[in-house]
């Protein structure tokens, strides 16, 4: 079964950098349209950026500028770069195909506090 697994989050000051993982356990994982989302309390989950297979980035505009999101195909892995991290980045961040969605894995965990 495919499998999804996000890491790299966690406790950061105002400012500060996170650099997230996020690992597919999927054999044709090279072509496929990736995008990071983050979901905080109360708040529906969003789709921050995405990347094609062939390396085409899009942004929203709450973090763009901040992020930048990357493949690499041989490790199976996307990653999310983020810095001048806000209080408002607070969230869980998980990854996901685009299209065709697989199950959403446990995300990981991003606090932005002084």
């Known amino acids: 079964q495919v499998r999804l697994v996000e890491s790299g989050g966690g406790l950061v000051q105002p400012g500060g950098s996170l650099r997230l993982s996020c690992v597919a356990s999927?054999?044709?994982?090279?072509?496929?349209?990736m995008g990071w989302y983050r979901q905080a309390p109360g708040i529906s989950r969003e789709l921050v950026a995405s990347?094609?297979?062939?390396?085409?980035?899009w942004y929203a505009n709450s973090m763009k500028g901040r992020i930048t999101i990357s493949r690499d195909n041989t490790r199976k892995t996307v990653y999310l770069q983020m810095n001048s991290l806000k209080p408002e980045d607070t969230a869980v961040y998980y990854c996901?195909?685009?299209?065709?969605?697989?199950?959403w894995g446990q995300g990981t965990q991003v606090t932005v506090s002084p």
């Open positions: 996901n195909r685009i299209y065709s969605p697989l199950p």
């Open positions: 999927a054999s044709d994982f090279s072509p496929v349209f």
């Open positions: 990347i094609t297979g062939g390396g085409a980035t």
